[in-house]
């Protein structure tokens, strides 16, 4: 195969760069993809290809690596109670296990979360090859709305849970609660569930943090129509064609989705 010595020209409007395509296609993380062309194993039209962000049109472009043709993986959508001590990511410096240590033996392209729980949150992570579609659900235009079960460290009084519903601004940054109630209490501690409509980094335990209390555990119950449910520690499973519907994932209630799942 002859290497491109210069660019081409003008790139049609739907081009993106070849590493992103190869992430598109989920063969490999853009980060990973972007190691393979450098390294001079990706062709495309026959030819290495040695600029990662060299544009190309996903659908007409033919793409090889290490000589075997690439072509689109069928779309994956997957939910997985991921558990506490997991980092959301494909490696990690530090060497700390990742979530992808529960997809281990199993046959699936490669798969990015959608969106992250930090290393102390456990519960509802969405995984997928599809980017369109994590998109839409990270887009804060989409309204999705998150819902967390959070223990607190106090047994909460209405002023504190009238401080918590005011949210905070912390570093400069405002952050909000779309609504936050009281699940449960003991004599020590208490549950509460809080419901957000955007992702800010660490945003419900820099709120709670604010209050002056602190968080002991935080759990994702629901993303959208999505319910965890009695989905155990660790376990994924694949989501339906009918719970991938984006109109399900922008306000369907709980329990209008267990409904719709039982039926």
Same mark, same amino acid.
């Given at each position: 195969?002859?290497?491109?010595?210069? #660019?081409?020209?003008?790139?049609?409007?739907?081009?993106?760069?070849?590493? &992103?395509?190869?992430?598109?296609?989920?063969?490999?993380?853009?980060?990973?993809?972007?190691?393979?062309? #450098?390294?001079?194993?990706?062709?495309?039209?026959?030819?290495?290809?040695?600029?990662?962000?060299?544009?190309?049109?996903? *659908?007409?472009?033919?793409?090889?690596?290490?000589?075997?043709?690439?072509?689109?993986?069928?779309?994956?959508?997957?939910?997985?109670?991921?558990?506490?001590?997991?980092?959301?990511?494909?490696?990690?410096?530090?060497?700390?296990?990742?979530?992808?240590?529960?997809?281990?033996?199993?046959?699936?392209?490669?798969?990015?979360?959608?969106?992250?729980?930090?290393?102390?949150?456990?519960?509802?992570?969405?995984?997928?090859?599809?980017?369109?579609?994590?998109? *839409?659900?990270?887009?804060?235009?989409?309204?999705?709305?998150?819902?967390?079960?959070?223990?607190?460290?106090?047994?909460?009084?209405?002023?504190?849970?009238?401080?918590? #519903?005011?949210?905070?601004?912390?570093?400069?940054?405002?952050?909000?609660?779309?609504?936050?109630?009281?699940? #449960?209490?003991?004599?020590?501690?208490?549950?509460?569930?809080?419901?957000?409509?955007?992702?800010?980094?660490?945003?419900?335990?820099?709120?709670?943090?604010?209050?002056?209390?602190?968080?002991?555990?935080?759990?994702?119950?629901?993303?959208?129509?999505?319910?965890?449910?009695?989905?155990?520690?660790?376990?994924? &499973?694949?989501?339906?064609?009918?719970?991938?519907?984006?109109?399900?994932?922008?306000?369907?209630?709980?329990?209008?989705?267990?409904?719709?799942?039982?039926?």
């Amino acid at each position: 195969m002859k290497p491109f010595r210069t #660019r081409p020209g003008p790139a049609p409007t739907d081009a993106v760069s070849l590493a &992103r395509t190869l992430s598109k296609l989920g063969y490999c993380s853009r980060s990973q993809a972007e190691k393979l062309v #450098r390294e001079g194993r990706v062709a495309v039209d026959g030819r290495i290809v040695r600029h990662p962000d060299l544009r190309v049109d996903p *659908r007409r472009a033919r793409l090889q690596v290490d000589g075997a043709p690439v072509s689109a993986a069928r779309r994956v959508y997957l939910m997985l109670n991921k558990p506490r001590g997991l980092v959301t990511t494909a490696s990690d410096p530090e060497g700390r296990q990742t979530v992808y240590s529960c997809l281990g033996g199993l046959d699936l392209p490669h798969l990015a979360p959608v969106g992250r729980l930090d290393m102390a949150s456990e519960g509802l992570l969405l995984m997928s090859n599809d980017t369109r579609w994590a998109q *839409r659900i990270l887009d804060p235009a989409s309204g999705v709305e998150k819902t967390y079960h959070v223990q607190i460290d106090r047994v909460p009084d209405p002023p504190f849970m009238a401080r918590l #519903r005011q949210g905070a601004v912390d570093d400069g940054e405002a952050l909000s609660l779309k609504s936050a109630a009281l699940l #449960r209490e003991g004599d020590r501690n208490a549950w509460l569930e809080m419901v957000i409509d955007e992702g800010r980094n660490r945003q419900i335990r820099r709120i709670v943090e604010a209050t002056g209390a602190q968080v002991l555990r935080l759990v994702r119950v629901r993303i959208g129509g999505l319910v965890l449910g009695p989905l155990p520690k660790g376990a994924l &499973r694949e989501l339906d064609p009918e719970e991938t519907a984006l109109p399900l994932l922008g306000g369907a209630s709980p329990a209008n989705a267990a409904a719709r799942r039982a039926g």
